[in-house]
């Protein structure tokens, strides 16, 4: 079946729930048992709720796997995959990460002996470059969250292997409806549902999925073991995204590139990012692996940063927020919001500059949305 359909009718089946269209929120912390370990497969929410099933399923069946698996948020989910490794162990990472990978990354995992070494992965020679005897995975955006960096996920998965380390590609931004990092060789694909899978911002969720059955059990456990559930009500949330999620990014992509046009055209605009332009790196790449090139686009201005705050605050249309892939059009400044946890020379060096600008462009008339960022580009 054709990804909307599934996205509309996987992962639950109304005859087996007295007819309900939609998934029942299971708004319940145990199950009765019959006899000690005898139940009807649920026992205590943590390991599972028949909510959560549903969104388990359909999370499998978007993104072409077989074991989905649901977070209390995305970050939750990428600790989940971290606990693969064991101290000492190595991870190669793209080095534009979001900075809530950064930081779990440099200030947790790094305390108990896990090592990382951060490169530009839009070049596959860097990648593999970076590989040591102990590197045991591989860790990628692409798109990339700010610069929209894409990497080509099947040359990179095919490195991994040759060094017997797991792929784990974060597909927040580009998302199933447009990219499938698994069908690309790709071991584990992460989410933060937060985003485009719920859409409208109103819940936040992460999720894992695998094509592997033997790792979608350990990634299983870890689960369980650790905890970072999501409630029954936030499953329901991001089960009912889903249902929308093609209509959405479609309607969101349209309108990102009437953005980019006009951002073009601004004398104020010195530089865009967007994988649909066919000087931005790897653009090729992009055209092959994506259906489209996603509603995210960053920009920076010829201006300082304080005219930078002045074009991302107090517009009418665009809301200020550190959020993306909702309904609602968001911007927001990267060096002080979402990446401020990265060492700025750090950001110096992987070309993040401190005036960039990044757009979550939303499903409003795209003419409001440029005529308000046209307002604020004025403002300076």
């Not at 074991?67 to 534009?96: I, M, P, Q, W, Y």
């Not at 060094?163 to 060789?185: E, H, K, M, R, S």
């Not at 499953?235 to 929308?244: E, M, P, S």
């Not at 911007?331 to 757009?359: F, N, Q, V, W, Y």
Request: with cysteine.
């Amino acid at each position: 079946m054709h990804f909307d359909t599934r996205a509309i009718h996987d992962g639950f089946d109304p005859q087996k729930h007295f007819g309900a269209v939609n998934p029942p929120v299971f708004l319940s912390s145990t199950f009765a048992q019959t006899a000690p370990g005898k139940h009807q497969g649920f026992d205590y929410a943590r390991s599972g709720n028949p909510t959560r099933q549903a969104l388990e399923g359909v999370l499998a069946s978007i993104e072409n796997g077989t074991r989905g698996l649901a977070f209390s948020s995305g970050v939750g989910a990428t600790d989940c995959v971290l606990k693969l490794l064991n101290a000492g162990e190595h991870v190669v990472v793209a080095d534009d990460v979001y900075g809530g990978t950064f930081r779990i990354f440099d200030k947790t995992f790094k305390r108990f002996g896990v090592e990382f070494t951060f490169v530009d992965t839009t070049n596959v020679a860097n990648i593999k470059s970076a590989f040591t005897p102990k590197t045991r995975m591989l860790f990628l955006e692409s798109p990339s969250n700010p610069l929209l960096k894409v990497a080509d996920i099947s040359a990179a998965a095919t490195i991994a292997r040759e060094f017997g380390a797991l792929t784990i590609v974060d597909n927040t931004f580009a998302t199933p409806y447009l990219q499938n990092p698994l069908d690309l060789g790709a071991d584990v694909v992460l989410h933060s549902a937060t985003k485009y899978l719920g859409g409208h911002s109103d819940v936040v969720l992460g999720a894992l999925v695998t094509k592997d059955e033997k790792l979608g059990q350990k990634l299983s456990f870890n689960q369980n073991a650790s905890g970072a559930v999501p409630g029954a009500l936030d499953c329901y949330l991001v089960h009912r995204g889903i249902k929308t999620l093609g209509v959405r990014v479609e309607r969101s992509c349209d309108n990102a590139e009437r953005v980019v046009q006009f951002l073009s055209k601004h004398s104020k605009v010195k530089k865009i990012y967007y994988p649909a332009l066919p000087f931005h790196k790897n653009h090729d790449i992009a055209r092959r692996q994506m259906k489209r090139f996603g509603a995210m686009i960053s920009f920076e201005i010829n201006g300082s940063v304080a005219d930078g705050v002045k074009v991302v605050s107090g517009r009418k249309v665009w809301t200020l927020g550190e959020s993306l892939g909702g309904v609602e059009s968001l911007l927001e400044h990267p060096a002080s919001m979402t990446h401020a946890s990265i060492p700025p020379e750090m950001r110096k060096e992987i070309g993040l500059d401190d005036g960039l600008i990044r757009l979550s462009v939303g499903i409003e008339h795209v003419d409001d949305l440029i005529e308000d960022l046209a307002a604020g580009l004025a403002s300076f």
